[in-house]
């Protein structure tokens, strides 16, 4: 590809990776005690997983990291692309598991 090409690819797939992270936190930021949400991302261009770890939600697009504030505390988990996550509150701790 031209350098042109390279950079808008790449420039698009660091948007939706944001878009991405962004939407899991804001997901798990909404979860309230009694209430279990299922969160499923992943798509082109991005196709890159997600780390949630201590108060933070991160993903990884190549040229570095982009990381998110969680107000929660979240489990030491990477999330993959196109697999259900059951997400909830047990205590004040944010929980995940596979659905399915």
């Known amino acids: 590809m031209s350098p042109q090409l390279t950079s ?3 420039l698009s797939r660091e948007g939706a990776d944001w878009r991405s992270a962004d939407g899991v936190a804001v997901a798990l930021g909404s979860l309230r005690p009694g209430v ?3 969160i499923t991302f992943g798509g082109w261009p ?3 997983a997600i780390v949630l770890s201590g108060h933070q939600v991160s993903i990884s697009y190549g040229n570095g990291t982009f990381e998110l504030p969680s107000r929660l505390p979240l489990p ?3 999330l993959t692309p196109f697999t259900s996550y059951r997400v909830w509150l ?3 701790d944010v929980e995940v598991a596979a659905d399915g």
């Open 90 to 92: 047990s205590e004040g």
């Open 46 to 48: 991005s196709n890159d």
């Open 8 to 10: 808008v690819a790449s």
């Open 36 to 38: 279990t949400l299922v």
């Open 76 to 78: 030491n988990i990477t």
